[in-house]
């Protein structure tokens, strides 16, 4: 048993993460920001702390006595201001490491993104050798790749840290873009989708891959946890298989999408409201995040789940919410 900080463990992958460590034996404690949601961890026997990782003071405090770290917590959002995507997702990384290397923290399994390998062109699987495709136009993905040089830069100061690069996560719980993609696609007459080819995992899959991490992985490697290639069409065309609907689905190009995204864009500045998807957001559709977990499956032994299986579970949930009939 081991005495373990998660930063972000009250987020989706997060939680995961906590729920994968407790069923192996491990003492928890969660580093949340004060007032953020914590109900993914209700029932569970963890340790809550409140701060902001970006407080020297907070994260150091947290991290006393710690064994590993696995840090999770990111800004993650098409629409925040491009200075708080790098304020939390860069530099609030180097305090967390910072803090780890002062303390002592044993190992460190750093979360970095898909967005860092991604990209790389229609039909193309992303492996942990591909060079940075995204660009600054997305400060999301720019943030996450700066974010990741900077955990790279603390294992040449010493610190025994792993990085693992999540793909786009699935399962109950998901209150992100693809949740919502899915959601709103069963739930309208005519299902959307971006014409677009992802890898998705199941989030239990990638929590599994981040204990793995710790475990097996080797000082200084990247790691992308991920599991099925598919178009976001073809996803949300199953999901509506396995919920017994039978509706259109309509792949939508990029070429459609990209003047839409600038309107909605506009008209989410002059409202102060959020657009649901923005012409950064849309760029990317064009190169797709097809990615190859083969390393992780060889080095760490990451698992795999059919797609229905999680596709189920998802369902599931939304008929016990009441969004379902």
Request: proline letters at 6%; hydrophobic letters at 45%; charged letters at 20%.
């Amino acid at each position: 048993m081991r005495r373990v900080l998660v930063t972000g463990g009250a987020g989706f992958i997060g939680a995961e993460v906590v729920r994968a460590l407790l069923a192996a034996g491990h003492d928890v404690s969660v580093l949340a920001l004060p007032g953020e949601d914590t109900s993914r961890l209700a029932g569970l026997e963890v340790r809550l702390l409140r701060g902001d990782m970006r407080s020297p003071e907070v994260i150091r405090a947290a991290l006393r006595g710690q064994s590993w770290l696995f840090h999770v917590a990111a800004l993650y959002s098409l629409w925040a201001p491009r200075a708080l995507l790098y304020d939390v997702n860069v530099e609030g990384t180097r305090t967390v490491l910072e803090a780890a290397l002062a303390e002592g923290v044993e190992r460190v399994v750093h979360t970095s993104s898909i967005a860092v390998f991604g990209g790389q062109g229609p039909g193309v699987d992303a492996t942990e050798e591909s060079p940075y495709a995204l660009g600054t136009r997305d400060p999301y993905a720019h943030s996450k790749f700066l974010s990741h040089g900077v955990a790279l830069s603390f294992v040449r100061r010493g610190l025994d840290l792993v990085i693992v690069a999540p793909t786009g996560p699935l399962g109950p719980g998901d209150r992100g873009q693809t949740g919502q993609l899915l959601l709103d696609a069963l739930r309208n007459p005519v299902a959307l989708a971006p014409r677009c080819e992802v890898n998705v995992a199941d989030v239990r899959v990638m929590a599994a891959g981040h204990l793995l991490a710790a475990e097996r992985g080797r000082t200084g490697e990247s790691y992308l946890l991920g599991d099925h290639n598919l178009r976001l069409g073809a996803l949300v065309r199953r999901a509506i298989e396995l919920a017994g609907l039978r509706k259109p689905v309509l792949e939508l190009p990029t070429a459609a999408l990209l003047p839409l995204a600038h309107v909605l864009a506009g008209a989410a500045q002059l409202s102060g409201g959020r657009p649901p998807f923005t012409p950064a957001a849309v760029h990317i559709t064009r190169f797709g995040l097809r990615a190859d977990p083969a390393k992780a499956r060889r080095e760490l032994g990451l698992p795999s789940r059919p797609l229905d299986e999680t596709l189920r579970d998802v369902l599931a949930e939304l008929r016990a919410l009441g969004c379902l009939p």
